[in-house]
Nanobody, 125 residues
């Protein structure tokens, strides 16, 4: 059974930092692109960042570019999202996702095959 489990969410003050982790299990994710999305209650899921397997190409939403960094540890089947200079508008439930394409830089929800349950991130002003 494929599982993506996020951790590292919590409460942080504006301007602070937080690092999320997403551990994948149940199969090898070799070749999968891994991404992060976020969602507020009543709103659509929003793309945050993604990293392809081969070459490490990354893409970020404009709202987080220059503040967030996505990385992955292939040996641990884990992807990370380092969030710096956080703002109250970053408050959301953050989910990781896996895309089975080899090289697609996916920014759409429908491009991903597996999803985690999410972790709450709250940024206080």
């Amino acid at each position: 059974q494929v599982q993506l489990v996020e951790s590292g969410g919590g409460l942080v003050q504006a301007g602070g930092s937080l690092t999320l982790s997403c551990a994948a299990s149940g199969r090898s994710f070799s070749g999968y692109a891994m991404g992060w999305f976020r969602q507020a209650p009543g709103k659509e899921r929003e793309f945050v960042a993604t990293m392809v397997w081969y070459g490490g190409t990354t893409s970020y939403a404009d709202s987080v570019k220059g503040r967030f960094i996505i990385s992955r540890d292939h040996a641990k089947n884990t992807v990370y999202l380092q969030m710096n200079s956080m703002k109250p508008e970053d408050t959301d439930v953050y989910c990781c996702a896996a895309d089975s394409s080899f090289s697609r830089v996916g920014i759409k929800v429908e491009e991903y095959d597996y999803w985690g349950q999410g972790t709450q991130v709250t940024v206080s002003s």
